[in-house]
């Protein structure tokens, strides 16, 4: 079992709906990431939090909106998506710098 | 900036048999972490073995091993007696520290298949 647990699995929406994705881990970790991946394709970083503190945002557009409410707990609002932002979303976490990321089993988001 | 290749798009083994699935990389930091992750079909993304760029000796995980070859810049994941649920997709990742995270840059990745 993963020990980064996201909600939902999957997650229909419309491009007019607003919704989030929910990511928790409890292995102490102060580091925690979303990434995108598309079919096919590697997984691509969105942003980094580090300490609760957005650290990186890799020009992600304002329709995704990342938050850290605490050490644990990330989440990730959607807010006008386009078909175009269906991919597999995954949350990860990691300890010390030179540490492994350890991922969830990721959100299947599907706008239509 | 880093850059990681994987140039085997697809690759089939034989169940028991080992693979090599090859990862090559380019970077311009002395300091650099190298990691293989498996992705099967359910999206999980699985971390398999890490290599520093310090480490004298090639990293090893049970069936696992990593081919590290400094001044090639190559690290080749093998894996040894493969087995039916090892069927999956295989990335190389690079991590460039920011501090107190590390941001993972991921190859294009490697699709098994074992076959019986």
């Known amino acids: 079992d993963t020990e980064v647990t996201q909600t939902p699995k999957h997650l229909v929406m419309g491009m007019t709906n607003k919704k989030s994705l929910k990511c928790e881990q409890h292995?102490?970790?102060?580091?925690m990431y979303w990434y995108k991946q598309k079919a096919k394709k590697p997984p691509e970083l969105m942003f980094v939090y580090s300490y609760e503190k957005l650290s990186i945002n890799e020009s992600v557009p304002s329709r995704f909106s990342p938050e850290c409410p605490n050490s644990s707990l990330l989440n990730l609002h959607l807010h006008a998506l386009q078909p175009e932002d269906s991919a597999l979303y995954l949350c990860a976490s990691s300890g010390l710098a030179k540490s492994p990321l350890h991922f969830g089993n990721g959100t299947r988001l599907t706008v239509t | 900036a880093q850059k990681i290749t994987q140039t085997q798009p697809g690759m089939f083994v034989q169940e028991k048999e080992a693979v090599t699935l090859d990862c090559t990389y380019d970077t311009s930091d002395q300091s650099y972490g190298l990691f293989w992750y498996k992705q099967p079909s359910s999206g999980e993304m699985i971390f398999l073995i890490y290599?520093?760029?310090?480490?004298?000796q090639n990293a090893t995980e049970g069936r696992y091993s990593l081919n590290f070859q400094k001044a090639r810049k190559s690290a080749n994941l093998v894996i040894s007696a493969s087995q039916l649920g090892d069927s999956a997709m295989y990335f190389c990742?690079?991590?460039?520290?920011?501090?107190?995270?590390?941001?993972?840059?991921f190859g294009t990745g490697t699709r098994l298949q074992v076959t019986l």
């Open positions: 292995m102490g970790h102060r580091a």
């Open positions: 290599q520093g760029s310090y480490d004298e």
């Open positions: 990742a690079m991590r460039e520290d920011t501090g107190t995270a590390s941001k993972l840059t």
